[in-house]
């Protein structure tokens, strides 16, 4: 008969053993095993099929050795430890008790670990010890109380320094190097400083000369085709928003294209320089003082010269006198802004940061300058003027007139009817109102009848003479007395916070905690929000005294 085996009784299934059963065999708890295994040197293994050692279990889990364990079985530290255990159980029974003679008397019989045999069938030999002593030292070293000798240290730092030294001069010669490195240092800071000047003079004027361009243009027309390939296969929001990018882009590398600018001497030219010629512009300064320039000051074609100072003697009309700042705030808000802000001795508009996330929401903080920019009608509010009233088409404006005109007349003789008790009733006048509407709007009898007819075809509004119109409008600046509502805010609030309460009623169970964690979220930013507003307020009231105070003056 073939013997049989049993599944994982062979192999790698009957050579680890879990910490779990390593534990229950050895009896001990969780300190003292990893005390044991501290001590004795045995420490958790890796094996090559974790399923097989594990008997068929994939979770991840600490194994030992079967050898190890049974090792551990055999040890005299297991007696001790297990004593030790009782011995505290009998003294915390003491301490509850409050007998300290009983307690005393155990602490004096409590067992000691003894390791000298742990030492030698750790190190049997001395080398062994030796080799090993490297932690050893450094442990002893780390939890000691007294402190370093720090003038032993500095003979260890000699040594090394000079080991160091040998070293590297292997390695350099081994590479071919010479050691120590040699820099090439020169001792005149004037001839330095001068050679420094020159090269970012040559730098920048590098900068303003065009490049040679082959396979960009292509690039950007395969670009192009892609982009329209896209298009064309589903008119999804991402292809349009790739496209909208793909168009800013674009706007934003021509963003100074057409444009020519004269930088004065004053105004530091390597930054300005390199954003102009970045967004497709040409700039130029003063060809005595510097390199690279490709155009005079005199040239009649510059659109802007950039300056900084408070005023300039000899300007042109034919272009802007703006300060740097112009370009920089152009560039972060990708368009060209009005220049009138920034013209010399112009108080300079706040610079808004170009790091801020402009798709942020409502409740942060938004600066007035950057809701000006995002929607010029936040600030200036645009009112109708005489000319758009007068490019109106007269039947619509005819019409108009008609409707307000006979909503007027009735609250009138409703307000007549009241004060005058012998007046007929208000069916009455109203039905005679309309007749002298229609009779002086001269519309007869068949002319409603052709109305109605047409009726579902067209509405068709009615004109008026210029006399009637003058009428009407003398009616419709009749003053009336208005209602004053008032808002209760008790009310108002006590509606917020139940619908507050329904939504949070409405989350569920497991999104609860977001929610309110959003709930905290929102009023913090609310709160901030209200604080910069604050603070806004006061520094435009500071700058309007200042005002008021410099005029009086």
Not at 151 to 177: D, K, W
Not at 229 to 258: A, C, P, T, Y
Not at 416 to 433: F, H, R, T, V
Not at 482 to 504: C, H, P
């Amino acid at each position: 008969m073939v013997k049989r085996f049993k599944k994982f009784g062979t192999g790698e299934g009957s050579q680890y053993v879990t910490r779990l059963a390593a534990l229950n065999k050895l009896q001990l708890s969780l300190n003292d095993f990893r005390r044991l295994c501290i001590l004795k040197g045995i420490y958790p293994r890796e094996p090559k099929n974790r399923k097989k050692a594990q008997r068929g279990n994939t979770e991840i889990k600490i194994l030992y050795h079967k050898k190890d364990i049974n090792f551990l079985m055999h040890e005299k530290l297991v007696w001790t430890l297990r004593e030790m255990k009782i011995m505290n159980r009998k003294i915390k029974y003491a301490d509850s008790i409050k007998d300290m003679r009983l307690k005393r008397m155990r602490l004096n019989k409590y067992p000691e670990l003894k390791l000298d045999h742990v030492v030698r069938e750790r190190y049997p030999t001395f080398i062994d010890a030796i080799k090993d002593l490297d932690d050893c030292l450094t442990l002893l070293f780390l939890f000691t109380k007294s402190e370093v000798d720090f003038r032993i240290m500095a003979v260890f730092i000699e040594f090394y320094t000079i080991m160091c030294g040998f070293v590297n001069f292997r390695l350099f010669h081994s590479l071919n190097l010479l050691y120590p490195p040699q820099f090439n240092v020169s001792l005149d800071s004037d001839e330095s400083q001068k050679n420094e000047n020159s090269f970012v003079s040559e730098r920048i004027a590098a900068l303003n000369v065009d490049l040679v361009k082959t396979t960009e243009d292509e690039i950007e027309e395969l670009e192009e085709m892609d982009l329209q390939l896209i298009s064309n296969e589903g008119d999804s929001e991402k292809v349009r928003k790739m496209h909208e990018r793909d168009q800013e882009k674009k706007r934003l590398k021509n963003l100074f294209k057409g444009l020519k600018f004269f930088i004065n001497r004053e105004v530091p030219r390597e930054p300005l320089v390199f954003i102009i010629r970045c967004f497709g512009g040409k700039v130029s300064w003063d060809k005595n003082s510097f390199i690279g320039s490709t155009f005079d000051e005199d040239d009649e074609t510059i659109t802007h010269q950039i300056v900084d100072r408070p005023t300039l003697g000899k300007q042109y009309i034919s272009r802007d006198y703006i300060q740097p700042q112009w370009i920089f705030d152009s560039v972060n808000q990708s368009k060209l802004l009005p220049t009138n802000k920034y013209f010399i001795g112009v108080t300079l508009p706040p610079h808004l940061s170009p790091f801020v996330n402009r798709e942020r929401e409502e409740a942060d903080y938004i600066p007035p300058e950057e809701k000006a920019l995002r929607d010029p009608n936040l600030i200036v509010t645009h009112e109708q003027s005489e000319d758009e009233e007068k490019n109106i088409p007269e039947p619509e404006l005819d019409h108009v007139l008609v409707k307000a005109f006979r909503e007027e007349n009735k609250e009138i003789h409703a307000a007549n009817y009241k004060n005058d008790k012998k007046a007929q009733p208000i069916e009455d006048e109203e039905s005679e109102d309309e007749i002298d509407v229609d009779d002086m709007l001269g519309n007869s009898d068949d002319e409603e009848d052709e109305e109605q007819a047409e009726e579902d075809e067209e509405e068709k509004p009615v004109q008026l003479t210029k006399e009637q119109k003058r009428e009407l409008e003398k009616q419709k600046m009749a003053v009336k007395s208005g209602k004053v509502f008032k808002v209760d805010g008790k009310k108002e609030k006590k509606l917020t916070e139940q619908e507050l309460k329904l939504r949070a009623k409405m989350v569920k169970s497991r999104h609860k905690k977001l929610y309110f964690k959003l709930l905290d979220q929102r009023e913090k930013t609310n709160k901030e929000t209200k604080l910069l507003d604050n603070k806004r307020k006061q520094i435009d009231a500071q700058r309007k005294k200042v005002k008021a105070t410099k005029a009086k003056k």
